[in-house]
Nanobody, 116 residues
Framework: QVQLVESGGGLAQPGGSLRLSCAASGFTFGRYAMSWARQAPGKGLEWVSNIASDGTGPHYADSVRGRFTISRDNAENTLYLQMNSLKPEDTALYYC?????????RGQGTQVTVSS
């Protein structure tokens, strides 16, 4: 079955960086578009970024464009999210999602907290 395991979250200071990883298994990773989504405390799930199966055409939410970079390594079945210039409003549980962010399978999430 589909397994997505996120890692790399933690506590960062405003202006800092984190790199999230998502190890995928149970499906042919290289055939699927992938997404990152996040959920802040008390809020709904929010799309962050997505990338095509071959790594082309990444798209970003306005709130993260220019600061976050999505990438993937199909040989290693891994999805990444490089997060720079972090802001307190980036604090959330970050999910790796197979396919569309709103209804695809997702992992357990990794917590990102941005605070001084």
């Amino acid at each position: 079955q589909v397994q997505l395991v996120e890692s790399g979250g933690g506590l960062a200071q405003p202006g800092g960086s984190l790199r999230l990883s998502c190890a995928a298994s149970g499906f042919t990773f290289g055939r699927y578009a992938m997404s990152w989504a996040r959920q802040a405390p008390g809020k709904g799930l929010e799309w962050v970024s997505n990338i095509a199966s071959d790594g082309t055409g990444p798209h970003y939410a306005d709130s993260v464009r220019g600061r976050f970079t999505i990438s993937r390594d199909n040989a290693e079945n891994t999805l990444y999210l490089q997060m720079n210039s972090l802001k307190p409003e980036d604090t959330a549980l970050y999910y790796c999602v197979k396919g569309h962010w709103a209804d695809g399978s997702r992992g357990q999430g990794t917590q990102v907290t941005v605070s001084s």
